[in-house]
């Protein structure tokens, strides 16, 4: 329904005849509107009602409010609502008329249209029935079975049919075969290119002359003959049926492969695979499948490159033979020869699967040949040049070409092949992953390669420790020097070092190159194998941290082409093997070998009427830093590796525990045998540079004098006290400083503190005694000792000291405050030159 004003603007103005004010016009639109505020409705009304006189001007305000235009306003609005509240109500009543009717309608619309569907479900289920064969109201059966079985006797009909032909032309076949000998039926199918059925029916036909001519010169049906069918055969010609039909078979399979290879060469793909579906009744597919992959232009290319020489400049070759270069990577054309597999391989896949219907088998022969012709060859040749080189040049070649051939099966693997985009069908995966096993079976047997890997580690060992060996087994003499006594030990190693080394290499079928490169890591030219002696220096006899890092270096490198190239199981036995060649050659050899000749160079330090040479303790700051990279490589490194064998790994444990604690305990014997020579020293400049007089001087000037600096005595002993201790910072560290400094300070103050109480000391010698005293404590004060040393372990001697200088009233309270160790301060007192005093006496007594 349509209101008037609707187009129109809602708000309009009019004057009224009595007041000349302006009302407002509003129709249902007004308050139909989303922007419809009742304040601002109000507020317009109150607007349109106030004059315009009073809205502005100064003097409005003078003026009292007439309320009557405003009421008229609000008046006026009321009517019009009224109005257009009456015009809704007569609105709302014809909607809802319109509503009820719409609903009458619809329900019968709903009623109507349940009933047409009701009716259309019971014919859908009588027609449904009647479909399945169940009997309808006349009890006949539907129409749907009946056709159902219909067609399928009669597609048994045309099958019995077509084998009744087939039967009927394979008879006709023989008889031609065994009364004429020839095959002109099957010529005609040929002829007519129907060379699956040809093929078909010819294999059915040589089986038939199997059973009916055994001996290949019977041409009746069955074995039964009477007389007249003998007579008759004897007097027919004989033609080998059998014969004919093999031969007829092997004209056809070379047609056909010739056909293939020509529709190949095209290429014609549907031509190909219908030869090869003809072909698969040839020795399931055999013959095809070999004419595909053996004339592959793949094959006959690399055929006349087969024989290529491995030509590498000699510098990769060094680098491959070098256990201190990084490895060069797979040989040049051995990579090239798998890069171009891995083109070949995934594009001939592709024709493979739409050539053959037993794709899957083709691309297995296929692969097959790609690795057991090609890449075996190739490989071969890289591993035999390697293996020519040296022992490392041949692992780190086979560690090179076995991580480049996997990654070429995991990449043909993703890749899917005949399944590409998705990954190869479990079949091929199995291949490839066989035929990457055949490839390096011949050098994992059994425990080939771990023999290789542990003679190659263990000739690199002995070349570079040869000079160290040599130089300990050389001399005999009694050592002089620390270098004189590294020597010395080596009696108890081979006895002639160079002489097992070089009959090692010249007993061995070492490679030249091989040969060449032992010698260099010795430190030897090719032309010392011909002299008698080598000449070595006191280097050779030094332990060497940058030899240790080579060894572990190389070690290293060992058990990571072990985790790459061994089954998972074997790692813990390798690792095993190639650990217990390490602790033999860097523990015992190395390291014990040092520790000894230290060892006895430090005994020979104790009685000497000559400081000691303390020459070797540098080279324990070498030791323990050898040592430490031993103990972490094989805890962080190696033990995790064994975890799978807990025995293995229970056993290397064991093993490098006892290595290191034997190593550990050595050093440590060193350290106590350099505290015992140091003392023993200290003890000697004690007695020899103290005078008596030093802490009784005869007059007040010469005490005067001495009490205002150190004794001699003092002195040396503190110059080789720094000394000493110098040595040590250099050679150790951590707590193994803090220990030795700790026991050099206790041992000090004991010797000094001893020393004492061979004097009488005076009052003024006290004052010495505190000079010299306090020298001590203030030398050892500034060393690293950590809490290894008790704080005021020093401060004793500076006590001690004030014994000598405090009044007799004073003593008495001090030796009151001493507890446990008054008795220990009595003899230090006893030592004063006034200790037979009635004051000193008393204090004593008191006690």
Known sequence: MSRPGADTASLLSHTTSRTGARGVVFTLDTFDSKDFIVKDFIETLSDSAVPQSRKSGPASSQHAFDPKPLIRTFEHAVNKLNNLTEELDEQENELAGAVRRAEVQHNQNVESLGRKLEEAIDRFQKLDSSLNGNP??????????????????????????????????????????????????????????????????????????????????????????????????????????REIIEKFLENLEQDLLKQFDEFYRRPNYDGMRECAVALRDFNDGASVMATFVNQHSFFIDRNQLITEEIAVDAETWDRLQDP?????????????????????????????????????????????????????????????????????????????????????????????????????????????????????????????????????????????????????????????????????????????ARDVYMERLDGTDLPPSQKAMLLRIAGLKEDHTAKKDIDVSDEDGKLSLQNAKRMLKWLAEGVGRGLELSPSNETPKDVQSLLNLLLTHMGEIYLETALEAATDHATAQENLKTPPDLTYLPSLSTLTTILH???????????????????????????????????????????????????????????????????????????????????????????????VAGQASGALSGRNLALFLAELARGLRGLVLSHLLKFTVSLTGGLVVTRDMTKYAELVRGWPTGEELEADAMNVLVDVANLFVIAPEALRERLRGAGNEVQELKAFVARREDAGSVAVQTALSSM
């Open 324 to 496: 201190d270069s990084e490895p060069p990577g797979v040989e040049p054309t051995l990579q090239s020869l798998v890069d171009e597999v891995k083109i070949v391989i995934q594009e001939e896949s592709a024709i493979i699967k739409r050539a053959f219907p037993y794709y899957d088998e083709v691309l297995t022969r296929f692969i097959q040949r790609i690795f057991q012709q090609s890449i075996q060859q190739r490989l071969e040749m890289v591993l035999g040049k390697a293996n020519e080189l040296s022992s490392l040049a041949f692992l780190r070649s086979l560690q090179a070409s076995r991580s480049y051939i996997t990654a070429l099966v995991d990449d043909l693997k993703s890749h899917g092949l005949t399944e590409h985009p998705e990954p190869v069908s479990p079949q091929i995966a199995a291949t490839l992953d066989q035929q990457l096993e055949d490839l390096f079976v011949p050098y994992f047997v059994g425990s080939s390669y771990i023999e290789r890997e542990k003679k190659n580690l263990e000739e690199l060992y002995d070349s570079l420790l040869l000079k160290f060996k040599i130089y300990h087994a050389r001399r005999r003499r009694m050592p002089t020097t620390y270098f004189a006594s590294l020597a010395q030990r080596g009696k108890e190693l081979a006895a002639s």
């Open 629 to 723: 990279l031993l103990q972490q490589t094989t805890t962080t490194i190696l033990l995790p590796l064994c975890t799978p064998n807990l025995t293995i790994r229970r056993e290397i444990e064991k093993t490098t525990s006892t290595t290191l604690s034997t190593l550990e305990s050595k050093l440590s014997n060193i350290l106590n045998l350099t505290l015992s020579a140091t003392l023993a020293w200290i003890s000697r400049l004690l007695s020899q540079h103290q005078k008596k007089t030093d802490f009784r001087p005869r007059n007040d000037d010469e005490g005067f004098e001495l009490a205002t600096s150190e004794t001699m005595a003092c002195n040396e002993v503190v110059r080789f006290v720094n000394r």
């Open 136 to 241: 309808n109201e006349d009890g006949l059966d539907g129409g749907g079975n009946a056709a159902v079985r219909i067609g399928e006797r009669l597609e048994e009909l045309d099958r019995q049919m077509q084998r009744a032909q087939d039967a009927m032309f394979l008879i006709r076949c023989w008889q031609e075969v065994s009364e004429k000998g020839d095959l002109s039926s099957l010529e005609d199918i040929r002829s007519k290119r129907n060379i699956v059925r040809c093929a078909h029916i010819a294999r059915q036909l040589l089986k038939l002359s199997t059973r009916l001519d055994p001996d290949g010169t019977a041409h009746v049906n069955g074995n039964a003959m009477s007389a007249m069918n003998k007579r008759r055969t004897m007097a027919q010609p004989r033609f080998p049926a």
